[in-house]
Nanobody
Framework: QVQLVESGGGLVQPGDSLRLSCAAS????????MGWFRQAPGKDREFVAT????????YYAGSVKGRFTISRDNAKNTVYLQMNSLKPEDTAVYYC???????????????????WGQGTQVTVSS
């Protein structure tokens, strides 16, 4: 089992950057593909980015591609989401998620993931 704890959210202005972190418990973090999702008030949870177990393969939602970067450090049991050029529409609660996989598959829907963090709020406002 994996426990996930997100951090790094906050209130920023449009154009600013933030880096979210998701720390995982357990000694098998490198056996999991990881993803970031977000949910804005009144909206469904949506996919943001995903990374395979090795960090070799990544995939992004079109709305964040070129602005966000997902990465992981398996030695630190942590996955990151670097968010640049933030926009007001990026405002949401951001969640990290894990699914056990040591293939190169990438997972973009929430029902594919087995473990979720509690979320961290990101607010982009002037």
């Amino acid at each position: 089992q994996v426990q996930l704890v997100e951090s790094g959210g906050g209130l920023v202005q449009p154009g600013d950057s933030l880096r979210l972190s998701c720390a995982a418990s357990g000694r098998t973090f490198s056996s999991y593909a990881m993803g970031w999702f977000r949910q804005a008030p009144g909206k469904d949870r949506e996919f943001v980015a995903t990374i395979d177990w090795s960090g070799t393969s990544t995939y992004y939602a079109g709305s964040v591609k070129g602005r966000f970067t997902i990465s992981r450090d398996n030695a630190k049991n942590t996955v990151y989401l670097q968010m640049n050029s933030l926009k007001p529409e990026d405002t949401a609660v951001y969640y990290c998620a894990a699914v056990r996989s040591m293939s190169r598959m990438l997972f973009t829907t929430s029902d594919e993931y087995d473990y979720w963090g509690q979320g961290t709020q990101v607010t982009v406002s002037s």
